[in-house]
């Protein structure tokens, strides 16, 4: 045998045969006898015939039109500030908060507690469509829609808590009348003036953890979504601004521009979360 035939005879001595799988007529390693024609395929159990690696379930990403559309209603609703834009004479400074209109006997009062009222319901049945209450037990650890449910279920206290500030209005402006804001710290007020205090924290922190939530759901990977640009300029928005809230509400001036600007960012969330179809992932079949 010459040096050229050596390598050449080793190689042919080396490269055994396929084995074929009398059951199938499959082509197997001959060490693994694992099939070499098909491609790997998933494993099953041989004892429970159950998927031994089944992989999360496929979700389909698109926006509800009828979510989208009560939403935007109740946002118009939730910015019935506007109108004073239009008739300065309802403001009558800058110090004084929007909520001071919606205060038992005075002008129109009725009506904003109303817009309240209906708009806090319509954000919360656009958030409930949005979100399938009734999906929520489908998700578990592990698929990629569990880190919503914390959101979603924030901003429907926003809604919620909105609503109820229509219905439980403040007894006296307090932010204009000094003989109220000392009646309202000596606790001398009807119950419902507490009552609106109480549930306009709970809707302002809501909202604030859901936009905390949102920002931290988008930052890992996704800047270059526009959902993850709206969250992060809302969130960045309401680190400036809540100390500027709390210096007009300690000091009692400039509430109405401060009190508009966080109108206009919670209205701002709720339309990027509406709208955001990563929200409206909902699993589906394969």
Known sequence: ?????????LGHFFKRPAVIDGRAGEKLH??????LASPPQRRHSSLSGQDLNPSPPKLRRSRNPVAIGLGIAGTA???????????????????????DLEAEGQPHAVWMQRADLLAGILMALAFLIQSGVLRWRLVGKGNPISALRGEQLAMFVFAISGALGGIWPEACPEGVSAACRSAEIHLQLPAHHYLHMLVGVVEFASITIAIRLAYNRTRPG?????????????WVSLIVGYPLLGASYLFNRFGAPIEAAFFIFFSAMVIVHIVDPAISATPGSL
Do not use: C
């Not at 500030?81 to 004084?96: A, H, K, Q």
């Open 77 to 99: 609703l939730y910015n019935w500030w506007l109108v004073t834009l239009f008739d300065p004479r309802l403001i009558r400074s800058v110090d004084e908060l929007f909520s």
């Open 1 to 9: 045998m010459s040096w050229i035939e050596g390598p050449a005879a």
């Open 30 to 35: 001959p060490t693994l006898g694992t099939d």
């Open 222 to 234: 996704q800047k270059s979504h526009w959902g993850a640009h709206a969250y992060n300029t809302v």
